[in-house]
Every structure is written in C-alpha cells, then in structure tokens.
C-alpha cells in the first residue's frame, strides 16, 4: 500500500500559516503561565521540567519521520529497591494528574507547532511503539501533520478503544477542511472542561496499541516482542541522528 494522500488547497497552503499565528500568539498571551508550571513542576517533581518522547510525524517519501514531543514533567521518577521505575499510577502525584486531567502538560506542544512539527489540529501523535502495530491503513493517518487536538480526542479520548480512535483519525484525513478544523478547536475547549477520557479507565495511562492487542489476543506474543524490538530500533535511529 501507498502511503501518500492528495492534499487540498486549504491543508497544503493555509494550515500552516494559520499554526504559525496561532501559536504565536498563544505563546505570547500565555508566557506567564508557562512560567508558572514550570515553576510549580520544578518545586514539586525537580528537574528536568520537560518530558521529551519520540513520537512519529507526517510520512515523507513513504516512511513516518520521527519527531522529539514536549509537555511538562506529570510523573516523579519513583523507583524500587532494584533500582526499576514503579508503575504510573505511583509515579503520577496529584499535581500531575491536574496537568493531565486539564491538559496543561501539552501546552509545550506549542512550540512543536511553531517550529513545524506539528498543527494545532491533526491526529495525535502516538508512540513509535504503537506506530509498528499499525496496518498500513491506520498508518495512513500520519499523512497529516499531527496535532495537538484532533477529532479522535473530542470523540472520547482515551475512553475509546485503540480501533475507534484510529478510525476518527482516518475520518479526519478524507476531508482537512477549515470549518471543520474550527469545530474541533471548539469541541475540544468543552472536551478539556469536562475533564473526559483521560485515561481507559482501568490504568492511570491509558494502554499502549500494542499491550491492547496482546491483552485481547490479536497478536502473539513473539510478533509483539519482534515489533517492540523494532519500536526501539527506530528510536535509536532518531536519536543517533540528533
């Protein structure tokens, strides 16, 4: 399968500019409360403020590139007695679950839209580990710059299977319109209010694509272990690139 889409003139010619003076400005109007989280974060949880994950971009040439994604620090680094880094839920502190349930750790996602890597609207980028257990037809979806918000997140988040959000995002790319992208912005003002879907529910982050698949079956256990070998390997690529 071809991964390549048409896009039309508004995708290709006028998002772009409309990322550029959208993030601008936030940034601008918002300085402040940067300030203050990264304060907050640095008092509560120490350094680094940033988190940073590899996450997979638009594809170029038929392959995803790989881009570097920011939010603020929501979880400690807690470990146990060998030294192994404790479960989520133990490493989340109520401070850092108000910036997720608010969305406030992904306001350093901004500056991702400035430089270029992602729009304000477009599918959100997932995990390298979740992109390798994706058909060629999800995978689709990263035909589109990814977003900071996208139709999948105002249709329920994380508390939607793996298969409903990937399609929403396949909904998403048949038609990047500019009306459309308003009604997301719109929605997900509500959505963020609301405090909905954070997580799947029974974790306090949701399931990777690939332990969803492993936990309902769909994949063996040595095609899981191969494809997360490959998540790894593609993220060392990323880095020795940097």
């Known amino acids: 399968m071809r991964l390549e889409r048409k896009m039309g003139f508004y995708e290709k010619y006028i998002k772009r500019l409309l990322d550029v003076v959208c993030s601008l400005l936030f940034i601008i109007v918002f300085c402040w409360l940067y300030a203050i989280i990264a304060l907050i974060v640095r008092i509560k949880m120490g350094s680094p403020v940033l988190f940073k994950q590899p996450r997979p971009g638009i594809i170029k040439n038929g392959k995803e590139t790989i881009i570097n994604m920011y939010k603020f620090r929501s979880m400690t680094d807690k470990r146990d007695e ?3 880094l404790l479960p989520d839920d133990q490493r989340l502190p109520k401070f850092g679950a108000m910036l ?4 406030l750790d992904e306001l350093p996602e901004v500056f991702s839209i400035l430089k270029g890597d992602m729009s304000v609207i477009g599918p ?3 995990l390298v580990r979740d992109m390798v257990f994706m058909s060629d037809g999800q995978r689709m979806r990263h035909t589109a710059k990814p977003g900071l918000t996208g139709l999948a997140q105002v249709k329920g988040r994380n508390a ?3 298969e409903e959000k990937l399609e929403w995002d396949l909904k998403y790319i048949e ?3 500019f009306l459309g992208d308003v009604k997301i912005l719109v929605e997900t003002v509500f959505a963020v209010f609301k405090r909905s879907g954070i997580t799947d529910g029974e974790n306090a982050t949701a399931l990777d694509y690939g332990d969803a698949l492993l936990k309902t079956g769909k ?4 095609q899981y272990d191969a494809l997360q070998a490959y998540a790894r390997d593609l993220i060392k690529e990323h880095e020795g690139r940097r």
């Open 160 to 162: 939607i299977t793996w």
């Open 219 to 222: 994949v063996s256990k040595p």
């Open 124 to 126: 959100r980028p997932q």
């Open 100 to 103: 997720r349930s608010t969305s």
């Open 82 to 84: 060998n030294g192994n």
């Open 175 to 177: 038609k990047v319109s």
